[in-house]
């Protein structure tokens, strides 16, 4: 791993186009790779019928194709601008291109799979008008799992973080202690998840990133998970509204998604650029723990006491690399090195993880040879019809007041694409766990 730091001083404040008074309060961007028109579209006539509208769309489309442009300008609305973004940088090149197109106060990049539930922009606007326009406003989220996700149990189900309808001040950097931590977040008196279509984040922060970085997210890594410290470290306040603002498709076609199960593909094609980590694997988990290392880094006044609990890492990693798609040298590879990398930890983690470890090795090994003998599909049926039946045990409303994160089946409720559950989520949360999402305090 002899990488180096990747320069990032390409842009700077001055870079920003000129605001004038009265310009709108939100620019929602939606970076894309201009390979999904169908789902661009539904993410742009997510925006539009907010019930705020105060906003301006800006779509960065990585490729340039006729289809996506057509796609996102069809509603003729002009708040709605399409850009093309320049070659020749990096996967990540479009959060920052986009952003230095936004002319609001605040920015939010929406993944353009996403769908932003209608009462989204009007629960921040609410939160920064009643708070001293603060530096970050962050909110919850549910997932949409299509039918052909790879968990067979998912399929065709709301997934539901809980949530508690209350509105606090959260201190930026015990968010970034939190994700640094690899803590669960997201369940009632928790911290934040912080997902990037669930915040909105001031034009003044932002600004701050790119005089001191020239970025806002690493753009050479195949994540952009770089994006949500360094937003994070640049941040003075930051207010919570626990209630759900988008839904995040979790598609079978996602990357986060596919991620384990069609590497040894993926990364034929693509590099998995590494510089920081002590893992080598491929998993999204690596990827993560890369795009923190290398943050840290770049903000060592900001963000050099903030420990990495690597322990925690490893819970996640070895539960990604059990059904890593990889070659049999590849597999010994990345076994002998996640020993080498446990045998660093403190005496009681170095216990504790080695006995998992050695629980997931047999288990890998029988994945891999799933995968070769091609009945890895039925194994996941199998493991999927099972989880199914352990998931009545327990009704919604008890997960809910349990801070416990579950799922419930939409299709009862003809929902056949997100689109159609993000129009009807409310419906089915009240309707499954009795909470109604569109009040900020409620009563189970």
């Not at 090149?93 to 799979?113: K, P, T, V």
Request: net charge positive.
């Amino acid at each position: 791993m002899t990488q180096s730091q990747p320069k990032t001083k390409n842009c700077s404040r001055k870079d920003f186009p000129k605001r004038s008074i009265g310009t709108m309060l939100f620019s929602i961007l939606i970076p894309t790779g201009g390979n999904r028109p169908v789902l661009i579209a539904m993410a742009v006539r997510s925006v539009l019928s907010q019930t705020c509208q105060d906003f301006e769309v800006v779509v960065a489309d990585v490729r340039g194709s006729a289809e996506t442009r057509e796609s996102v300008l069809a509603s003729g609305d002009s708040r709605i601008r399409y850009f093309v973004v320049p070659q020749g940088r990096g996967p990540n090149y479009s959060f920052d291109y986009s952003a230095l197109q936004a002319r609001g106060r605040y920015i939010l990049w929406l993944d353009d799979d996403n769908y932003l539930l209608p009462r989204a922009l009007a629960v921040f606007k609410s939160a920064i008008d009643s708070h001293d326009s603060p530096d970050i406003v962050t909110a919850s989220h549910l997932y949409y799992y299509d039918d052909v996700h790879p968990r067979h149990h998912l399929r065709n189900h709301l997934g539901i973080v809980p949530f508690d309808g209350r509105v606090r001040a959260v201190n930026p950097r015990e968010i970034i202690a939190a994700l640094f931590s690899f803590a669960h977040r997201g369940g009632q008196g928790e911290m934040p998840r912080f997902h990037t279509s669930a915040t909105a984040v001031s034009r003044e922060v932002v600004e701050r990133a790119f005089a001191r970085l020239g970025t806002v997210v690493f753009e050479s890594m195949p994540t952009n998970h770089s994006q949500q410290p360094i937003l994070l470290a640049f941040a003075r306040s930051c207010v919570f509204v626990d209630v759900p603002v988008v839904l995040v498709g979790r598609f079978g076609i996602s990357m986060s998604q596919a991620w384990s199960t069609a590497a040894r593909e993926r990364f034929k094609r693509e590099p998995f650029p590494l510089a920081e980590s002590p893992l080598i694997a491929p998993t999204y988990s690596n990827a993560l723990l890369e795009n923190f290392l290398r943050v840290k880094k770049a903000l060592p006044e900001l963000l050099g006491d903030v420990p990495i609990r690597l322990n925690r890492l490893l819970d996640m990693y070895l539960d990604e690399w059990v059904y890593l798609d990889m070659a049999a040298a590849d597999f010994f590879r990345n076994w002998v090195n996640l020993f080498r990398v446990i045998g660093t930890l403190d005496e009681q983690e170095r216990r504790s993880i080695r006995a998992r470890a050695r629980l997931a090795l047999p288990r890998g090994a029988m994945v891999f040879l799933a995968r070769w003998l091609c009945v890895n599909h039925y194994w996941r049926a199998l493991y999927g019809a099972r989880r199914r039946a352990q998931a009545t045990t327990i009704s919604p409303r008890e997960k809910m007041r349990r801070g416990v994160e579950f799922e419930v089946p939409y299709a009862r409720y003809k929902v056949r694409t997100i689109e159609d559950l993000g129009c009807r989520a409310r419906e089915v949360i009240f309707a499954e766990c009795g909470v109604d999402i569109a009040v900020a305090e409620y009563h189970a």
